[in-house]
T-cell receptor, first 113, second 114 residues
Framework: GENVEQHPSTLSVQEGDSAVIKCTYS??????FPWYKQELGKRPQLIID?????GEKKDQRIAVTLNKTAKHFSLHITETQPEDSAVYFC????????????FGQGTRLTINP | KAGVTQTPRYLIKTRGQQVTLSCSPISGHRSVSWYQQTPGQGLQFLFE???????NKGNFPGRFSGRQFSNSRSEMNVSTLELGDSALYLCASSPTGGKDGELFFGEGSRLTVL
């Protein structure tokens, strides 16, 4: 069935450094790839998303890249700040099924001051 | 605009009981999805409702069911509770479903089964 693998499960970086989280999906029909951030005790919130007709998307300090051939997509956070500490989830979904997200297992990102 | 509202926020049940969770989507949103979040399995899709019809379903047993009302509010029910049903149940709404990607999550209902 559909599966999304996410690595690493935990990531610790120094404030100001960059962080990269990688995901691999199995369903070649997937065309929508969002990233959600969940702070401790809070709801998941969308931080960036990308569709399969685009290779890269940027929004200030965060960027997502997609390699459809390899079925990989990655989240890049530059100039990390303490408020970036959270659990990040990648996800994938098929056309006309954007609500049926298959999530990765999550990456706990810790920014060390 | 008010966000997605879920009730109750916390509840404790015993094995064999049933539970009903409620979700009020953002005003104007017609699609409501439910997810189960556990430390071991992460976030897993339960089902999605759009215009009172179940449009998608995840791989959960028939003990998990849901419905959507004409005002887009949704409920999910879990019957014959098992210990493994202990989880955070998240509801998410989106405007129309389909191509519109962003899901707006509620704070969740944390269910503990003893």
């Amino acid at each position: 069935g559909e599966n999304v693998e996410q690595h690493p499960s935990t990531l610790s970086v120094q404030e100001g450094d960059s962080a990269v989280i990688k995901c691999t999906y199995s369903d070649s029909a997937s065309n929508y790839f969002p990233w959600y951030k969940q702070e401790l005790g809070k709801r998941p919130q969308l931080i960036i998303d990308i569709r399969s007709n685009v290779g890269e998307k940027k929004d200030q300090r965060i960027a997502v890249t997609l390699n459809k051939t390899a079925k990989h997509f990655s989240l890049h956070i530059t100039e990390t700040q303490p408020e970036d500490s959270a659990v990040y989830f990648c996800a994938a979904s098929r056309p006309q099924g954007a609500q049926k997200l298959v999530f990765g297992q999550g990456t706990r990102l810790t920014i060390n001051p | 605009k008010a966000g997605v509202t879920q009730t109750p926020r916390y509840l404790i049940k015993t094995r064999g009981q049933q539970v009903t969770l409620s979700c009020s989507p953002i005003s104007g949103h017609r699609s409501v999805s439910w997810y189960q979040q556990t430390p071991g399995q992460g976030l897993q899709f339960l089902f999605e409702y759009f215009s009172e019809t179940q449009r998608n379903k995840g791989n959960f047993p028939g003990r998990f069911s849901g419905r959507q009302f004409s005002n887009s509010r949704s409920e999910m029910n879990v019957s014959t509770l098992e210990l493994g049903d202990s989880a955070l149940y998240l509801c998410a709404s989106s405007p129309t479903g389909g191509k519109d990607g962003e899901l707006f999550f509620g704070e969740g209902s944390r269910l503990t089964v003893l």
